[in-house]
């Protein structure tokens, strides 16, 4: 039967997937377009105009949704979880406080300067618009994860009365958690936003698109994951032994492990059952867990029957997991593998381009794979130690609750296919565009005509 | 230096500040989303042109007065969000439209266009409609009877019609020409409307709620706050007459009206303000029985104090490079 506590978990659970789905992109392509906006300051190239004014529509386009979905998380605080905020205000409360800050008015003022203001400031201002919305969102992305790590591993604060106080500030955000998850994130953010610029970009090419922006844009993403795919195993692994130091249950669910073991076995796939509290289908690399958390093959992993009663739900975590793990797999190999041809040929195969669409939302799905065991992870706590979920749920009917849930629903879905049909949309119809003329590019080079046709020969490289 | 006591009342006026100009603010792009012509689109590409940088920070104050309502009064959040669980999802869903149609409307296949410009109008109209009705709800203490819906609904009417004066004023202020004229006819009606409003709140507020009666009878400060409806009530007759004399030759004063509406939005306010004090939940709960711990609301107050001059500066820098009459908004 469903009641109040598990409509709003899922209303909630839907409220924040699909939120982040849009900073996720918009933290890391707005560096991006920063890029993009310099290296047109700098050569003054129209073709990086060209780039970077259709990535600014997409990124208008998918900030409005990060936005708008923004506003529903700090409503529901208050409709759904009333017990959160009344035992952990005082460090929620601040942390959220200086988001809205230092953050939101930052990002959302310089935007419409951003989107709107290219012919009324001078281009530095332009292209300092762009960075401040890129810092926005970042520092927004800080203060977030500052609160969310906080209630994954709570320090700094003491309980008076059944409510936390905060002791110490530095240690409230600067929790153990804190710095791998941020770096996770961003990384996370950086790679999504890469394969949706590849994506959205080869589906362009793959359509007749034989202008240079598209190439650019492409090249550019492939390069840049190649770079934050690797990084992101490193920071992956930190974050994983952070979490096996302070959140051993979350470990033992994401790696199946039941029995305490010494020498635990990887497991590559296998069918977690909660019921009778073991394993089925197992496929596993020996002692490979081990070496991975303890750096030692014979190192100790709890297992889940240490915290009977206390452990997160096994199989999401399990599952999703490896959802993340083999996206990022999949993502460190592709971008490998295509910068190499891309460096070598300066062009991609067709299969290799569709390869790419398949791409374009691969880093969606790892990111909500990857929030879906850190949160559910953190399962049966709201904050870790401190207080059950199940404690802090709203009294509001479940009729209430449902209905609420159902029209949220409806939009969200509703909105989430309009989104991706807009991308596409906007794609096919930039197919259209004429190529920049060698009269923008002559424009630039009036004071020395000479240069005009060794530019328009060379081109522009990435 | 601040001292403990002190820190709610200072909470409780940052956040009636960031909703006092998050009304005025969200409410003139608000309006202008409710007034969209839907047979002329031409006039509604102007108009949303008029309000499409601003919205988005606009809206950001509504985050700020929900947030620190969250993090200085927290027990308050969790009652009022409670009692208005509906409105409060409906207005969500009315910023979501409103927010996401402004992008949409601009990217989509032409034939789709009319379908998101609709659905900005009915985001601006739901999201302004159920802020009226929340506030209704509030006034009358979350009562459900018959009486405070009914108030409820009134007050619903009351603030869509206010934004939609706000907005025409915009309006009169961005535009030329035919769509200026325009404007002038819909603050005309929208005024008439507004006022009738917020002379019925003004006279039902006191009559249903003792303590509300009291404060504004008790002399010697009653006849300090006599001057706020009196002041309130010349600025619609000055609003009045200037509208009739509009458009001026070189579209002199066109700023009027708007500074006009700013200062009833004002005025309206600290006479709502002025019937609750010391009370975030009327007749329930006051400031200082909500407030959270001191050493939180001293950690975010000192950031505050920093901030929020930095947020005034730039967001005049933004409003001085998008200064003057409309133009074609175009980032493509």
New interface residues.
Partial sequence: MADAFLLSRIQFAANISFHILFPTITIALCWLLFYFKVRFDLSQHPVWMRVY??W??VF??T???G??????M??Q???NW?GF??TV???A??L???E???A???E??????M????N??PSWVHTLATLIVAVGTTLSAFWILALNSWMQTPTGFEMREG?A??VD?FAIIFNPSFPYRLGHVLLASGLTACFLVAGISAYRILRGDNKKAPNIALKTAILAAAVLAPLQVVMGDLHGLNTFEHQPQKVAAMEGVWETTEGAPLLLFAVPDEENRTNHFEIAIPNMASIILTHDPQGKIQGLNDFKGEHPPVAPVFYGFRIMVGLGMLMLLSSWYASVVLLRNNALQPWQLKFFVGMTFSGWIATLAGWYVTEIGRQPFLVSGVLKSADAV?D?APA?VG??LA??LT?YIA?LV?YIK?LF??ARKSVEIEEYSLSELSSRTNEEPGNQSENARQGVTV | MILDEHLPAIFAALMAFSVLVYAILDGYDLGVGMLLPMRNEQQRDTMIASI???W??N??W???A???L???F??A??I???EL??P???L??G???R??S???RA???QSRKDTWDKLFKLGSFMAAACQGYMLGMFVMGFESSFLAVAFSLLSAIGVATAYTLIGACWLIMKAEGELQAKAIGWARKAGYIAFTGILLVSVINPLINEFVFSRWTTPPLAYLFAFVPLLCFGFFFMGYKTLKRLPLENDECCWLPFVLCVSIFTFSFVGLALSFYPFVVPNQVTIWQAA??P??LR??LY??LI??PC?FA??LF?YR??WGKVRD????
């Fill in positions: 004014r259709f600014v529509k208008a386009l900030f409005a949704l936005v708008v979905s923004g506003i529903t700090s409503f605080f208050g409709t009333p905020m009344e205000g005082n460090i409360g601040p959220l406080g200086y809205v800050l230092t939101f008015f930052l959302a003022t310089f935007l419409g300067i989107l709107f203001g290219i009324r400031v409510v106080h905060a500030w709203t509001i209430n209905i609420s029209m949220y939009v909105l309009a807009t949309y906007m | 499409g940088p601003f988005d920070a809206e950001t509504l985050v700020l929900i947030g620190l969250l993090i200085a927290p027990s959040h969790n009022i969000l409670k669980y509906f409060a999802a409906l969500l869903i910023l979501i439209l927010g996401v402004f992008d949409f990217k989509v296949i959270s711990a050493e939180s950690f975010i950031g505050a901030v929020i947020i730039y967001t933004s490079v998008f908004l175009r980032y493509y």
